[in-house]
């Protein structure tokens, strides 16, 4: 066996003891648990200042608890007896679904048409992209008088534009289904520019590619928005609607000041636009002061968002189970 010169000979391995140093035991700790210790204070917080609070309401909702009293006895699910027989309660919810309806529905459609416009190459648009924020960073209180200024009985400029087409004055704030379709309106004008943003910000991570290809297959934009950015965008449509079904059951700010008066917490003189959390605010605190009633009112209303949070994610995904209609650019026969 012939020898190179100047090779130095092969070195073996040394021999494994089997024994683990502990340096060696550390890396292996690190590698096992450093990931849980990364993420455990969100969870500790998420413990703290939820889990807590949201047990915590479950308990009180389970006693006579008067917040202006001592004795808390116990009551079981008699406050909860006593929800589902309440019609005012009842009352509260059909105005939160109906004000969440009128006003995420046409809130998203506008959001996604927006954020389609400000995907295209258009002059300024980081100036367009950002304006379309001004309406979230708003005081919602500026927000609450303005509007009730535009929709007011006698000098409103809604009520002016109507009267200019022959339609008669409305009463926004004394009628229950103007008073949805205004508080609604306002919603739509402060979110609509947040959830472009976010539908923007998707539809840029979607290769352009597609719509390069698309347009060789002689796909118009109509067709190339519904065949290639709907789709991709499911995700994020699901996203947006969950976040906006949990704002729109908790709304509380829009109603309470677009009614002023000596009792503005039971929206309006007949509660026309009493939300629920607006009935758990005027049951747990002023002027009836029972804590447990409210809490009963809360974890129902807990309960409320979660049913329709996993209605609209079913209904969008049964929605985008099929698959879009592949685009097909050959001319027709008769069509030359």
Do not use: C
């Not at 021999?15 to 060696?24: A, I, N, Q, V, W």
């Not at 009985?153 to 229950?176: C, H, P, Q, T, Y």
């Not at 965008?233 to 996203?239: D, E, G, M, R, S």
Request: aromatic share 14%; hydrophobic share 50%; glycine share 6%.
């Amino acid at each position: 066996m012939a020898v190179q010169l100047g090779a130095r000979p092969p070195v073996a391995p040394a021999p494994r003891t089997g024994r683990r140093t502990p340096g060696m035991r550390l890396s292996r700790l690190d590698t096992k648990f450093s990931p849980y210790l990364f993420v455990a204070p969100f969870f500790v917080l998420f413990a703290v200042f939820g889990v807590y609070p949201l047990a915590y309401t479950f308990w009180v909702s389970l006693h006579d608890w008067d917040l202006l009293g001592s004795d808390h006895p116990f009551v079981g699910l008699d406050n909860y007896s006593r929800l589902l027989a309440d019609t005012d309660f009842w009352h509260a919810v059909v105005n939160t679904l109906g004000i969440f309806v009128i006003s995420t529905v046409p809130q998203l459609l506008a959001a996604l048409w927006l954020a389609n416009l400000l995907n295209r190459r258009l002059r300024a648009r980081t100036t367009f992209r950002m304006a379309v924020l001004i309406p979230n960073i708003t005081s919602t209180a500026a927000v609450a008088i303005v509007f009730g200024v535009l929709f007011g009985r006698e000098f409103g400029m809604v009520n002016w534009l109507l009267d200019l087409v022959g339609i008669d004055a409305v009463e926004w704030k004394s009628n229950r289904f103007a008073s949805w379709v205004a508080i609604s309106a306002m919603v739509d004008w402060r979110w609509t520019g947040y959830n472009a943003l976010i539908f923007l910000a998707a539809m840029q991570a979607i290769p352009r590619d597609l719509y390069e290809s698309a347009a060789i297959d002689g796909a118009g934009r109509v067709r190339q928005f519904w065949s290639i950015t709907v789709p991709l965008l499911k995700p994020t449509i699901i996203f947006t609607v969950i976040i906006s079904t949990i704002g729109g059951l908790q709304l509380f700010t829009e109603p309470r000041l677009f009614h002023s008066g000596t009792n503005p917490i039971r929206g309006g003189p007949l509660r026309e636009s009493q939300t629920v959390t607006m009935y758990m605010f005027e049951n747990a605190f002023a002027p009836h002061y029972n804590f447990g009633y409210g809490s009963a009112v809360a974890w129902l209303l807990f309960a409320l968002i979660a049913v329709v949070a996993a209605v609209n994610v079913l209904l969008l995904r049964r929605l985008g189970a099929s698959r879009p209609p592949k685009v097909d650019a050959r001319p027709k026969e008769g069509s030359r």
